[in-house]
């Protein structure tokens, strides 16, 4: 019996869903397999060597699956750790920054782009990287919001309290001259409302998700790995942390009910 191969999503949390929904929404006869490590999120204060070995030990778990394709959907992971898992494994793997980046500078008009990420992300300069190497001539604004994804992990991202502190958070990026302002974090766009009320109308919110599955649906038919017939793919998530929140946050997100394995997670550090 043929057995579909599945793509391989993982996260510091739930903002990978918002990758996972656009795949969803682009290649819906795909199965996923979601990883999401709440248990040791947010990613963005942590060291890059720690959340190399986090994004390590989650890929180590999703191989026994046989994926066709490893999906790093958290930008502070594939800052930190792109490079070093596309090494470890012998399938394609994909980051969330450079198809940001693509997508940022397609919509630019004005050649100014805002980014806002964690501080992992910001402080490795990745987004900066990305950009100039497809454009040098574009300006790069960039700030680290470490007050946003604990909010969406902990599913208060539609509450005034999440506004105020978007509010808050984006002062200083607002007084700059930009057109695009990338959602440098794939839990962003669970804050995307309040965002687009801080920033207004004439910045465009740039998230990642929609130009990653278009790069996943490009690598996968370029390899003749794209999914077919009819049948419709059971996809299947595990969290390292908080199962119910997860599971609401992903009922809410998605629109639809999961199949969600709980994993008793070993909290390590490197020695």
């Keep these: 019996m043929f057995v579909q191969q599945a793509i391989a999503i993982l996260d510091s949390g739930v903002g990978g869903l918002t990758v996972a929904k656009e795949v969803m929404r682009q290649l819906p006869r795909e199965k996923i397999i979601y990883f999401g490590d709440t248990a040791r ?102 700030e680290a919001c470490p007050d946003f994804a604990p909010l969406v992990e902990k599913g208060q991202f539609e509450t005034p309290e999440a506004h105020l502190v978007v509010e808050h958070s984006l ?33 465009k919110l740039i998230s990642s998700a929609d130009e990653t599955a278009r790069e996943i649906s490009t690598v996968l038919y370029q390899k003749g790995q794209l999914a077919r017939g009819n049948e419709i793919p059971i996809h299947q998530f595990f969290c390292s942390g908080d199962s119910e929140m997860f599971n609401k946050i992903a009922h809410q997100w998605l629109g639809e009910q999961i199949e969600l394995t709980p994993i008793v997670w070993q909290v390590s550090t490197p020695s």
Excluded: W
């Excluded at 596309?86 to 994909?94: D, F, G, L, T």
């Excluded at 806002?116 to 300006?139: F, H, M, Q, R």
């Excluded at 007084?175 to 009320?197: E, M, N, V």
């Design 41 to 142: 999120s947010p990613y963005g204060p942590r060291s890059p060597e720690e959340v190399t070995l986090f994004t390590e030990q989650i890929v180590d778990y999703l191989i026994q699956f046989n994926p066709k394709m490893i999906v790093i959907a958290c930008n502070t992971a594939t800052a930190a750790a792109l490079e070093h898992i596309k090494k470890k494994v012998s399938i394609p793997v994909i980051g969330v920054i450079h198809p940001g980046a693509r997508a940022a500078i397609s919509a630019t008009k004005t050649g100014r782009i805002g980014v806002i990420g964690t501080v992992g992300t910001i402080n490795s300069g990745a987004y900066i990287t990305a950009l100039k190497e497809l454009n040098p001539a574009i300006d790069v604004e960039s």
């Design 171 to 203: 002062q200083e990026m607002k007084q700059h001259p930009i057109d695009c302002l990338i959602l440098g974090c794939t839990h962003y766009p669970f804050l995307k409302r309040s965002i687009q009320a801080v920033m207004g109308p004439k910045v």
